[in-house]
């Protein structure tokens, strides 16, 4: 076998120099990456695994960011007229507070995960794309730093993430917060389009032999579904970015009432974007929890098929419901109750999820390890956020709770009971996978337990106060109207704040946990299959190699790994192991392709992505350096286009035999 | 490869940066020298990768064995265009200088552009002795800049002729000139495409005589000015201010029916049967009286059921603008929709600055031409 | 590792009915969603007790099922249970139950829409604007307003809507600037003032008393200081509330630190704030200019500010916090005399008034600040700092507390 | 900008995909319908705020329909000379290939220069991007057309450089396929917005 990646040093520029002249000397320093094992190569890599990486450890600073920015606010709300933050800080916090965990914690940790694992589990090489998908990682983290330098540079936005026109115009908002968050999260958007581009093409194009829709993991069934929901939800924001940045940047007068402007434009693109967008949060989730609950319980998904469809019609139903985010916006009777009706539907494919997880436990053999334990936990308390959700379908019902802490406390429990507790349980399930070593179990625990008793003291008591009036986006509450007795608004914003730190607490744990992990001596590398787990993405090395898989699987059943390992008699259903994942993998390995091809490595997709930064900056400040950036998007672009995404078959060594890829110096022509 | 000088500039480009970040810190956000900075340091780490890339125009400092074979030193030297270039960008800012800062600016432009060739092609000349290898360099060094900017002059050139030679052709001759530059572009494919034997060298020729002379007569026609009426148009700015009285005007036919898809407007006003009244969201029937509120962007539709076109007009009273030294200047304030043909509907969103009980002469809604019907405005 | 699963859904549960029990718990929160005083709100309460008792219902049966199964299935050794993927007629029954529970809540759902938009029954118009960050009420002087109410000229007022008991109001909510959202919880859900439309919001009190809401769409920097409050009076109250907001204007007596605090309005505050028949030296009546001043292009009208009970966007109480007791705790019968007396010398919270007539950005987050209005052209949004002497204020007081 | 993993094995000449289409192709198709969402969403716009001229000409006072009929004409036939480059590039014949995709960049450009003369003219007759919301969202939703036609010319024009050069990567026919399958598309987005913005009525 020979796993060729790099381009030999005999190929000269595209024909002979002369004697005496080797082209790597000839042509200074932009030379095609070459691999190597710093730093430098995380900056070239287009393999999909490092940039999953890359993806999660950014996305988990952002996610500090975004949690420092909460306890910030629950700080300021932990008592009457809190005097931490002024009324100017707190807007501008709790807008980057949603705006940082929606749009640079949970999506790219999705991404992280879709990126790392749907590959793997559906037995691909990379995916279809490399090359762009290390510059949507590049955009999204640019676009992510650029929107945080306006902390820096007057003030963050500070018109809620739903930035509702008119108040986003300039006139009332004159700092330049808004055009940062505006431009930023334009860039970011670049980021989510090609990924879900990349993502679709690659699960329906790169599959396995034999790995049919209907055998997929159900986690990329989600990321399936929820690559769609982005790639048609993004162009509108887009569109609704793009109109506001141009009635702040160059006066257009698509929010200006006096023109005759109708503001609930932007709250329509606004929320059909937005709308999807919550089910882009929470579908990867549900995925994640739909591995992990039959690996814990030793059975298939129950209503596999079921599972995938409810997926599939959340998606599609997702669309139908924007407007119940309107309803105290003035829609006319009939529009409410059409919306109306249609949550309730999309209640009943949620609902079914639930079911199925439940069924799935129904008669296992479970063991409670901590991703089993952060996937029940999702069950029970998206179950709490699920069923506000419903109480808020009812549109009347809506009018009094809609904009109070209740809404708070409903997508909390959605997003943090559900979509985070999800992602944490995928932390501990594929740690092993990733990084050789398994978190600890005990620290596990603790990291749990500790986040439950925090959610549910932070976002309980926030039903509470929204049923007592108590309405979102407060920079203040007062004793004043905290109403009497002792279990008042007062005494229930006290236990969310005390909450929000034991939550904190978890968080920490976490980290401490990594950290635990990979400095102590006494925790061993993880077997190559710690979980006993069912698909295919366990069916490779600890960690996997660069190209995944030595030879392509063919896939015959669903949870194809699991029927590798175990044997079930067609007449007693008597389950017994006739291998080990050793064995299957050895096994697996024991015929290796010849000459994989795998992408090469290229600064392009970097240099691209810093030029957008710079063309923004340029927007904002000065329009001379506009032109630069663009001139810099030019020339990085040009430099793309002409490159061949893996260098041309005559720049490769002949295979080494014995050698399995040797380090052999690059070259390939930039021009 | 970080070579001597490369590390001045990168060194510089850095501290510029630096300077720059701190710049902005210790200015509070004050943009203008940040700014400033920033491009010094770009420019700097610009000039640095330059270095960097040119190995400070040492091609084969390591090399001692082309060294010994001395190709290096015997330089397949061209001919260059490069120097020509730079004397007419030298031009260009001489009379930039004189005349406009414009072709001033051009002129610099133009000069960088043609000194950076002139560097990158002495460099690549002192390659090897080999005239094709170092063409090779020098292409691989430039194109990635030289090939989009030199695409997009291109475009630029044909785009911008084309719309200067429509502007100044007479409104009808317009599309006619349009669709024959169409038609002569497919002919030419046409025929280009179906006789094999043309030779590529003919029709680049032609293509080239089509792209001078096109420019040319762009910039003929643009020196000439766009067509009378254009101009015309832009003096009298004739949208300016919407008559508000019985006069015809042209192009109301089919006013603005899609204004019904706004709903929540404060009040629609019907005309129908030669009576005006008023139809206001939470009150019962036809209404004689609309209470708008003072300063608030408020859009009132106007619907006509006569058979005969007409507009609605709002009269809410005057300003009085002090112009300094006693002189006062009055301006009447009313609003109107143009001509609305029958079943037509058409909106106006107006501010009304002061109360109607402050104003001697009445708020009210009329129809030019119809009389002794009208709604009053009140605004409290 | 064995007990923690059952106790943390011991927990879970626990939790849900504690939530349920303590949400009751917390009596007299002055915004409270499930104490509606009014027919509107009470048909929202009526359709949403039974979906959050629905609702509960499911989530305690979602528990217990996952509660069992997590203590019934945990791994005690068993051999590995039989790969099932499904049972078709079991996965059926499990959605059809949740279509049909939706169906039932849908059902009455689309009633209580369709009855909360009802407009034909309406007694009685009210125009309600918002703007930063404060709301402004006027009445029209047509139809039935006019004809049954009295109401023979528009009343403009700001802060305490005022509105007669069991009658069916239709407030017309708009804005002048940004999106606001109207909202007193007891009588009837939000509803939003979108700058350049009108939404119509049902409101009817069914018991005299004063219910406190606030802004709930997000407006800019002041938010949580915008505040209304509505009162419901008797129809009799009513009356004499309407007689007396269409008063004529008096001057304050010749030489008494009310009639310095006159002229002190005139020179420094009637520039924005409209007083209705204050005029000029030469008998001109004095019009406030606010749009050459406001991003708004409004102030509060405050011809009879002392009738009621808050100023700066409700945000503070014009009466001490004994006087306010008296009147917000007030017996129905009591409630329509106490209010109607309105602020008097003794009741005056001359705390927060002071403080707002001395700095008023200081107390409020307000766009006042004069060198910071480049956007705005120099107009700011709120009420900037006047620079008063305390003698200025001791007389502007002094002249506001006539303004009854 | 083709860009492949080759991620199946040896036949890396044809890799091998589930669908059949190549990744680039599906790609395209994909991003075109992401694209559809954005034009949807401007022409959502414009629809909305067409009648809404508080200031400024009205729409059907300065259009110029038989300006606007000829340059879609052109458009159109821009459509069917990319469809003679793809054939020709399916027939493996450079020369034309190249000659038909200069002939398309050509008429793309003729299109971007009238609609440049359209936006100049407009705008001396007093419509203005600040002008109206009719003026607002008319600019945006046919600027962003134009910036497409514009993008798509570049496209054509480095795809000539490339097919001359040989310098491109994988499938000829392919490539020269995807970029007309973007041509296309802008073209048909044409189409909707000559119909729904100049003929219907406003």
């Given at each position: 076998?020979?796993?060729?990646?790099?381009?030999?040093?005999?190929?000269?520029?595209?024909?002979?120099?002369?004697?005496?002249?080797?082209?790597?000397?000839?042509?200074?320093?932009?030379?095609?990456?070459?691999?190597?094992?710093?730093?430098?190569d995380?900056?070239?890599?287009?393999?999909?695994?490092?940039?999953?990486?890359m993806?999660?450890?950014?996305?988990?600073?952002?996610?500090?960011?975004?949690?420092?920015?909460?306890?910030?606010?629950?700080?300021?709300?932990?008592?009457?007229?809190?005097?931490?933050?002024?009324?100017?800080?707190?807007?501008?916090?709790?807008?980057?507070?949603?705006?940082?965990?929606?749009?640079?914690?949970?999506?790219?940790?999705?991404?992280?995960?879709?990126?790392?694992?749907?590959?793997?589990?559906?037995?691909?090489?990379?995916?279809?794309?490399?090359?762009?998908?290390?510059?949507?990682?590049?955009?999204?983290?640019?676009?992510?730093?650029?929107?945080?330098?306006?902390?820096?540079?007057?003030?963050a936005?500070?018109g809620?993430?739903?930035?509702?026109?008119?108040?986003?115009?300039?006139?009332f908002?004159?700092?330049?917060?808004?055009?940062?968050?505006?431009?930023?999260?334009?860039?970011?958007?670049i980021?989510?389009?090609?990924?879900?581009?990349?993502?679709?093409?690659?699960?329906?194009?790169?599959?396995?032999?034999?790995?049919?829709?209907m055998?997929?993991?159900?986690?990329?069934?989600?990321t399936?579904v929820?690559?769609?929901?982005?790639?048609?939800a993004?162009?509108?924001?887009?569109?609704?970015?793009?109109?506001?940045?141009?009635?702040?940047?160059?006066?257009?007068?698509?929010?200006?009432?006096?023109?005759?402007?109708?503001?609930?434009?932007?709250?329509h693109?606004?929320?059909?974007?937005?709308?999807?967008?919550?089910?882009?949060?929470?579908?990867?989730?549900?995925?994640?929890?739909s591995?992990?609950?039959?690996?814990?319980?030793?059975?298939?998904?129950?209503?596999?098929?079921?599972?995938?469809?409810?997926?599939?019609?959340?998606?599609?139903?997702?669309?139908?419901?924007w407007a119940?985010?309107?309803?105290?916006?003035?829609?006319?009777?009939?529009?409410?109750?059409?919306?109306?009706?249609?949550?309730?539907?999309?209640?009943?494919?949620?609902?079914v999820?639930?079911?199925?997880w439940?069924?799935?436990m129904?008669?296992?053999?479970?063991?409670?390890?901590?991703?089993?334990?952060?996937?029940?936990?999702?069950?029970?308390?998206?179950?709490?956020?699920?069923l506000?959700?419903?109480?808020?379908?009812?549109?009347?019902?809506?009018?009094?709770?809609?904009?109070t802490?209740?809404?708070?406390?409903?997508?909390?429990?959605?997003?943090f009971?559900?979509?985070?507790?999800?992602?944490?349980?995928?932390?501990?399930?594929?740690?092993?996978?990733?990084?050789?070593?398994?978190?600890?179990?005990?620290l596990?625990?603790?990291?749990?337990?500790?986040?439950?008793i925090?959610?549910?003291?932070?976002f309980?008591?926030m039903?509470?106060l929204?049923?007592?009036?108590?309405?979102r986006?407060?920079?203040?509450?007062?004793e004043?109207?905290?109403?009497?007795?002792?279990?008042?608004?007062?005494?229930?914003?006290?236990i969310?704040?005390?909450?929000?730190?034991?939550?904190?607490?978890?968080?920490?744990?976490?980290?401490?946990?990594i950290?635990?992990?990979?400095?102590?001596?006494?925790?061993?590398?993880a077997?190559?299959?710690p979980?006993?787990?069912?698909?295919?993405?366990?069916?490779t090395?600890?960690?996997?190699?660069?190209?995944?898989?030595?030879?392509?699987?063919?896939?015959?059943n669903?949870d194809?790994?699991?029927?590798?390992?175990?044997?079930?008699?067609?007449?007693?259903?008597?389950?017994?192991?006739v291998?080990t994942?050793?064995?299957?993998?050895?096994?697996?390995?024991?015929?290796?392709?010849?000459?994989?091809?795998?992408?090469?490595?290229?600064?392009?997709?970097?240099?691209?992505?810093?030029?957008?930064?710079?063309?923004?900056?340029?927007?904002?400040?000065?329009?001379?350096?506009?032109?630069?950036?663009?001139?810099?998007?030019?020339?990085?672009?040009?430099?793309?286009?002409?490159?061949?995404?893996?260098?041309?078959?005559?720049?490769?060594?002949?295979?080494?035999?014995?050698?399995?890829?040797?380090?052999?110096?690059?070259?390939?022509?930039?021009? | 490869?970080i070579?001597?000088?490369?590390?001045?500039?990168?060194?510089?480009?850095?501290?510029?940066?630096?300077?720059?970040?701190?710049?902005?810190?210790?200015?509070?956000?004050?943009s203008?020298?940040?700014?400033?900075?920033?491009?010094?340091?770009?420019?700097?780490?610009?000039?640095?990768a330059?270095?960097?890339?040119?190995?400070d125009?040492?091609?084969l400092?390591?090399?001692?064995a082309?060294?010994?074979?001395?190709?290096?030193?015997?330089?397949?030297v061209?001919?260059?265009?490069?120097p020509?270039?730079?004397?007419?960008?030298?031009?260009?800012?001489?009379?930039?200088?004189?005349?406009?800062?414009?072709?001033?600016?051009?002129?610099?432009?133009?000069?960088?552009?043609?000194?950076?060739?002139?560097?990158?092609?002495?460099?690549?000349?002192?390659?090897?002795?080999?005239?094709?290898?170092?063409?090779?360099?020098?292409?691989?060094?430039?194109?990635?800049?030289?090939?989009?900017?030199?695409?997009?002059?291109?475009?630029?050139?044909?785009?911008?002729?084309?719309?200067?030679?429509?502007?100044?052709?007479?409104?009808?001759?317009?599309?006619?000139?349009?669709?024959?530059?169409?038609?002569?572009?497919?002919?030419?494919?046409?025929l280009?495409?179906?006789?094999?034997?043309?030779?590529?060298?003919?029709?680049?020729?032609?293509?080239?005589?089509?792209?001078?002379?096109?420019?040319?007569?762009?910039?003929?026609?643009?020196?000439?000015?766009?067509?009378p009426?254009?101009t015309?148009a832009?003096?009298?700015?004739?949208?300016?201010?919407?008559?508000?009285?019985?006069?015809?005007?042209?192009?109301?036919?089919?006013?603005?029916?899609s204004?019904?898809?706004?709903?929540?407007?404060?009040?629609?006003?019907?005309?129908?049967?030669?009576?005006?009244?008023?139809?206001?969201?939470?009150?019962e029937?036809?209404?004689?009286?609309i209470?708008?509120?003072?300063?608030?962007?408020?859009?009132?539709?106007?619907i006509?059921?006569?058979?005969?076109?007409?507009r609605?007009?709002?009269?809410?009273?005057?300003?009085?603008?002090?112009?300094?030294?006693?002189?006062?200047?009055?301006?009447?304030?009313?609003?109107?929709?143009?001509?609305?043909?029958?079943?037509?509907?058409?909106a106006?969103?107006?501010?009304?600055?002061?109360?109607?009980?402050?104003?001697?002469?009445?708020?009210?809604?009329?129809?030019?031409?119809v009389?002794?019907?009208?709604?009053?405005?009140?605004?409290? | 590792?064995?007990?923690?699963?059952?106790?943390?859904?011991?927990?879970?549960?626990?939790?849900?009915?504690?939530?349920?029990?303590?949400a009751?718990?917390?009596?007299?929160?002055?915004?409270?969603?499930?104490?509606p005083?009014?027919?509107?709100?009470?048909?929202?309460?009526?359709?949403?007790?039974?979906?959050?008792?629905?609702?509960?219902?499911?989530?305690?049966?979602?528990?217990?099922?996952?509660?069992?199964?997590?203590?019934?299935?945990?791994d005690?050794?068993?051999s590995?249970p039989?790969?099932?993927?499904?049972?078709?007629?079991?996965?059926?029954t499990?959605?059809?139950?949740?279509?049909?529970i939706?169906?039932?809540?849908?059902?009455?759902?689309?009633?209580?829409?369709?009855?909360?938009?009802?407009?034909?029954?309406?007694?009685?118009?009210?125009?309600?604007?918002?703007?930063q960050?404060?709301?402004?009420?006027?009445?029209?002087?047509t139809?039935?307003?006019?004809?049954?109410?009295?109401?023979?000229?528009?009343?403009?007022?700001?802060?305490?809507?005022?509105?007669?008991?069991?009658?069916?109001?239709?407030?017309r909510?708009?804005?002048?600037?940004?999106?606001?959202?109207?909202?007193?919880?007891?009588?009837?859900?939000?509803k939003?003032?979108?700058?350049?439309?009108?939404?119509?919001?049902?409101?009817?009190?069914?018991?005299?008393?004063?219910?406190?809401?606030?802004?709930?769409?997000?407006?800019?920097?002041?938010?949580?200081?915008?505040?209304?409050?509505?009162?419901?009076?008797?129809?009799?109250?009513?009356?004499?509330?309407?007689?007396n907001?269409l008063?004529?204007?008096?001057?304050?007596?010749?030489?008494?630190?009310?009639?310095?605090?006159?002229?002190?309005?005139?020179?420094?505050?009637?520039?924005?704030h409209?007083?209705?028949?204050?005029?000029?030296a030469?008998?001109?009546?004095?019009?406030?200019?606010p749009?050459?001043?406001?991003?708004?292009?409004?102030?509060?009208?405050?011809?009879?500010?002392?009738?009621?009970?808050t100023?700066?966007?409700?945000?503070?109480?014009?009466?001490?916090?004994e006087?306010?007791?008296?009147?917000?705790?007030?017996?129905?019968?009591?409630?329509?005399?106490?209010?109607?007396?309105?602020?008097?010398?003794?009741?005056?919270?001359?705390?927060?008034?002071?403080?707002?007539?001395?700095?008023?950005?200081?107390?409020?987050?307000?766009?006042?600040?004069?060198?910071?209005?480049?956007?705005?052209?120099?107009?700011?949004?709120?009420m900037?700092?006047?620079?008063?002497?305390?003698d200025?204020?001791?007389?502007?007081?002094?002249?506001?507390l006539?303004?009854? | 900008?083709?860009?492949?993993a080759?991620?199946?094995?040896?036949?890396h000449?044809?890799?091998?995909?589930?669908?059949?289409?190549?990744?680039?192709?599906?790609?395209?198709?994909?991003?075109?319908?992401?694209?559809c969402?954005?034009?949807?969403?401007?022409?959502s716009?414009?629809?909305?705020?067409?009648?809404?001229?508080?200031?400024?000409?009205q729409p059907?006072?300065?259009?110029?329909?038989?300006?606007?009929?000829?340059s879609?004409?052109?458009?159109?036939m821009?459509?069917?000379?990319?469809?003679?480059?793809?054939?020709a590039?399916?027939?493996?014949?450079?020369?034309?290939?190249?000659?038909?995709l200069?002939?398309?960049a050509?008429?793309?450009?003729?299109?971007?220069g009238?609609?440049?003369y359209?936006?100049?003219?407009?705008?001396?007759?007093?419509l203005?991007?600040?002008?109206?919301?009719?003026?607002?969202?008319?600019?945006?939703?046919t600027?962003?057309?134009?910036?497409?036609?514009?993008?798509?010319?570049?496209?054509?024009m480095?795809?000539?450089?490339?097919?001359?050069r040989?310098?491109?990567?994988?499938?000829?026919?392919?490539?020269v396929e995807?970029?007309?399958l973007?041509?296309?598309?802008?073209?048909i987005?044409?189409?909707?917005?000559?119909?729904?913005?100049?003929?219907?009525?406003?």
């Amino acid at each position: 076998m020979a796993i060729i990646e790099r381009p030999s040093a005999e190929i000269a520029v595209a024909g002979a120099a002369p004697s005496g002249v080797k082209p790597s000397e000839a042509l200074g320093v932009f030379k095609r990456p070459a691999a190597s094992t710093s730093w430098k190569d995380w900056l070239v890599t287009v393999d999909h695994k490092k940039l999953g990486i890359m993806y999660g450890v950014a996305a988990f600073f952002f996610f500090i960011v975004g949690g420092v920015e909460a306890l910030l606010i629950r700080l300021q709300l932990a008592g009457p007229e809190g005097k931490i933050l002024s009324a100017d800080q707190y807007n501008q916090m709790f807008t980057m507070h949603a705006t940082t965990m929606v749009f640079l914690f949970v999506m790219p940790m999705v991404s992280a995960f879709a990126n790392y694992f749907v590959p793997l589990q559906i037995g691909a090489r990379d995916v279809a794309f490399p090359r762009i998908n290390a510059f949507g990682f590049w955009c999204w983290l640019f676009g992510g730093i650029f929107l945080n330098t306006s902390w820096f540079l007057g003030g963050a936005a500070d018109g809620g993430w739903f930035m509702y026109a008119p108040n986003s115009s300039t006139l009332f908002s004159p700092s330049h917060g808004i055009d940062f968050w505006v431009l930023g999260l334009q860039i970011t958007g670049i980021a989510s389009l090609t990924g879900a581009i990349n993502l679709i093409v690659t699960v329906l194009n790169m599959r396995a032999p034999g790995m049919k829709l209907m055998r997929m993991p159900i986690f990329t069934w989600m990321t399936l579904v929820v690559q769609f929901l982005l790639l048609f939800a993004m162009p509108v924001i887009t569109v609704a970015l793009f109109l506001l940045s141009f009635q702040r940047s160059f006066d257009a007068t698509f929010f200006d009432v006096a023109a005759g402007a109708d503001p609930l434009l932007w709250q329509h693109l606004c929320w059909i974007f937005g709308h999807p967008e919550v089910y882009i949060l929470i579908l990867p989730s549900f995925g994640i929890v739909s591995e992990i609950i039959p690996v814990f319980s030793k059975k298939p998904l129950f209503g596999y098929p079921i599972v995938a469809m409810s997926g599939a019609a959340i998606g599609f139903v997702g669309w139908g419901v924007w407007a119940h985010h309107m309803f105290a916006s003035g829609l006319g009777p009939v529009s409410v109750a059409v919306f109306s009706m249609a949550t309730m539907a999309i209640a009943v494919p949620t609902g079914v999820k639930i079911v199925n997880w439940i069924m799935t436990m129904w008669g296992g053999k479970l063991s409670f390890t901590v991703p089993m334990l952060f996937a029940i936990g999702l069950v029970v308390q998206f179950t709490i956020g699920g069923l506000s959700g419903v109480t808020h379908s009812v549109a009347p019902s809506d009018t009094q709770q809609t904009d109070t802490y209740y809404i708070v406390a409903h997508f909390h429990y959605v997003l943090f009971g559900g979509a985070i507790f999800g992602l944490f349980a995928g932390f501990y399930y594929w740690w092993p996978k990733i990084f050789r070593k398994q978190l600890s179990e005990s620290l596990g625990k603790w990291n749990f337990w500790l986040m439950v008793i925090g959610m549910n003291m932070t976002f309980g008591p926030m039903h509470i106060l929204g049923l007592q009036g108590q309405p979102r986006r407060m920079q203040v509450w007062t004793e004043a109207r905290a109403g009497e007795g002792f279990f008042n608004i007062g005494f229930w914003n006290r236990i969310a704040s005390l909450g929000s730190f034991i939550l904190a607490v978890g968080v920490l744990l976490f980290i401490i946990n990594i950290i635990y992990t990979h400095k102590s001596k006494k925790v061993a590398i993880a077997p190559l299959d710690p979980w006993d787990a069912r698909s295919l993405e366990w069916m490779t090395a600890n960690p996997p190699v660069e190209h995944n898989f030595d030879s392509i699987p063919t896939v015959n059943n669903l949870d194809e790994f699991f029927h590798r390992k175990y044997a079930e008699d067609p007449n007693t259903h008597e389950v017994r192991q006739v291998a080990t994942a050793e064995e299957v993998l050895a096994e697996l390995n024991a015929h290796p392709d010849e000459h994989i091809h795998m992408p090469s490595r290229s600064y392009w997709p970097i240099l691209v992505s810093l030029s957008l930064p710079i063309i923004c900056y340029g927007l904002i400040y000065n329009r001379l350096l506009m032109g630069v950036g663009a001139a810099f998007l030019l020339l990085t672009m040009f430099g793309w286009a002409m490159e061949p995404s893996t260098a041309p078959d005559d720049d490769f060594d002949p295979p080494a035999p014995g050698e399995g890829g040797g380090h052999t110096k690059e070259l390939a022509p930039l021009g | 490869m970080i070579t001597t000088s490369s590390k001045l500039f990168y060194g510089l480009g850095a501290g510029s940066l630096v300077a720059s970040i701190v710049w902005f810190i210790a200015n509070d956000g004050g943009s203008i020298g940040s700014v400033a900075l920033l491009f010094a340091a770009m420019s700097l780490v610009f000039l640095g990768a330059i270095a960097s890339f040119t190995r400070d125009g040492h091609v084969l400092s390591t090399d001692t064995a082309s060294h010994a074979s001395s190709g290096a030193a015997q330089r397949g030297v061209r001919n260059s265009i490069w120097p020509l270039g730079t004397a007419i960008a030298m031009g260009f800012v001489v009379v930039g200088l004189i005349s406009s800062p414009g072709i001033f600016k051009v002129g610099i432009g133009l000069l960088i552009a043609m000194l950076g060739e002139w560097m990158i092609q002495n460099w690549s000349e002192r390659g090897s002795s080999d005239a094709a290898y170092n063409t090779k360099i020098r292409d691989y060094v430039v194109h990635p800049l030289e090939l989009p900017v030199g695409g997009a002059l291109l475009l630029a050139v044909i785009v911008l002729s084309f719309s200067r030679i429509m502007l100044s052709l007479s409104h009808s001759a317009g599309p006619l000139v349009f669709a024959v530059a169409g038609a002569v572009i497919l002919a030419f494919g046409t025929l280009v495409g179906f006789r094999r034997s043309v030779s590529t060298r003919v029709i680049g020729a032609i293509c080239g005589v089509a792209l001078t002379a096109l420019a040319g007569v762009g910039v003929a026609t643009a020196l000439d000015g766009e067509r009378p009426e254009l101009t015309k148009a832009a003096e009298e700015d004739h949208f300016a201010h919407r008559p508000c009285g019985e006069e015809e005007e042209e192009a109301d036919e089919n006013a603005s029916q899609s204004v019904s898809a706004k709903s929540s407007v404060q009040a629609t006003v019907i005309l129908e049967g030669g009576m005006l009244y008023a139809e206001v969201d939470g009150f019962e029937g036809a209404q004689q009286s609309i209470t708008l509120q003072r300063s608030n962007p408020s859009t009132i539709l106007f619907i006509n059921r006569d058979a005969e076109p007409h507009r609605m007009v709002v009269k809410y009273g005057k300003v009085v603008e002090d112009l300094g030294g006693g002189v006062e200047r009055e301006t009447e304030l009313e609003a109107c929709t143009s001509k609305v043909e029958q079943d037509g509907q058409q909106a106006v969103t107006l501010t009304v600055p002061k109360p109607s009980y402050a104003s001697e002469e009445p708020f009210e809604i009329t129809v030019p031409g119809v009389e002794g019907t009208k709604i009053d405005l009140v605004v409290p | 590792m064995n007990k923690s699963p059952r106790r943390r859904i011991m927990a879970a549960v626990g939790l849900m009915a504690g939530l349920v029990f303590l949400a009751g718990c917390a009596k007299d929160a002055p915004q409270d969603t499930w104490q509606p005083a009014g027919p509107n709100a009470e048909q929202i309460d009526n359709l949403q007790q039974p979906v959050f008792l629905v609702a509960g219902i499911v989530g305690i049966i979602v528990f217990l099922a996952v509660a069992f199964v997590v203590i019934r299935y945990r791994d005690r050794g068993q051999s590995i249970p039989e790969q099932t993927h499904g049972k078709p007629a079991l996965e059926v029954t499990l959605t059809v139950i949740p279509v049909l529970i939706l169906i039932g809540v849908a059902i009455p759902t689309a009633g209580t829409i369709f009855d909360l938009a009802k407009t034909d029954d309406t007694e009685m118009v009210i125009n309600v604007t918002g703007q930063q960050w404060w709301w402004e009420y006027d009445y029209p002087s047509t139809g039935a307003n006019a004809e049954s109410y009295g109401v023979v000229d528009p009343i403009v007022t700001s802060g305490q809507l005022v509105i007669p008991e069991n009658t069916k109001v239709l407030l017309r909510v708009t804005s002048r600037d940004v999106i606001h959202s109207y909202w007193i919880p007891k009588l009837n859900g939000k509803k939003d003032g979108v700058p350049g439309r009108v939404h119509l919001l049902r409101l009817e009190g069914s018991k005299p008393g004063i219910y406190a809401g606030q802004c709930t769409e997000f407006c800019g920097l002041s938010h949580a200081y915008m505040r209304m409050e509505t009162v419901v009076l008797n129809r009799a109250d009513f009356d004499a509330w309407v007689a007396n907001q269409l008063k004529p204007y008096e001057s304050p007596a010749e030489g008494t630190l009310a009639a310095e605090g006159e002229s002190l309005f005139i020179q420094q505050c009637s520039r924005c704030h409209q007083v209705n028949g204050l005029t000029n030296a030469d008998g001109a009546p004095i019009i406030a200019a606010p749009e050459q001043y406001m991003v708004s292009g409004a102030a509060p009208n405050l011809t009879h500010l002392m009738t009621r009970n808050t100023f700066a966007g409700a945000a503070w109480d014009l009466l001490t916090p004994e006087c306010r007791d008296d009147v917000w705790n007030a017996n129905t019968e009591e409630f329509g005399a106490r209010y109607l007396a309105g602020v008097s010398a003794e009741c005056l919270n001359q705390k927060d008034l002071r403080e707002w007539l001395r700095n008023a950005p200081e107390k409020k987050p307000m766009y006042a600040d004069p060198t910071k209005l480049q956007a705005t052209d120099g107009k700011y949004r709120g009420m900037p700092a006047l620079g008063l002497t305390e003698d200025q204020i001791d007389a502007l007081v002094a002249y506001l507390l006539e303004r009854k | 900008m083709a860009d492949t993993a080759l991620a199946h094995g040896a036949d890396h000449g044809a890799p091998h995909t589930t669908t059949g289409l190549s990744n680039n192709k599906l790609g395209m198709w994909i991003f075109l319908g992401s694209e559809c969402l954005l034009f949807g969403g401007l022409i959502s716009t414009y629809m909305l705020y067409k009648g809404r001229v508080s200031a400024g000409p009205q729409p059907d006072q300065i259009y110029d329909i038989p300006f606007t009929s000829v340059s879609s004409f052109v458009l159109l036939m821009s459509s069917l000379t990319m469809v003679l480059a793809v054939s020709a590039a399916h027939r493996r014949d450079d020369r034309n290939t190249n000659l038909w995709l200069t002939v398309t960049a050509l008429l793309g450009a003729t299109f971007v220069g009238g609609q440049v003369y359209e936006f100049t003219a407009f705008y001396r007759e007093g419509l203005g991007f600040t002008t109206s919301l009719f003026g607002s969202s008319f600019y945006t939703l046919t600027g962003f057309h134009g910036v497409h036609v514009t993008v798509g010319i570049i496209m054509l024009m480095a795809l000539v450089g490339m097919v001359r050069r040989n310098r491109i990567p994988g499938s000829k026919a392919e490539t020269v396929e995807l970029i007309g399958l973007y041509w296309h598309f802008v073209d048909i987005v044409w189409i909707v917005i000559f119909t729904l913005v100049y003929l219907i009525p406003s």
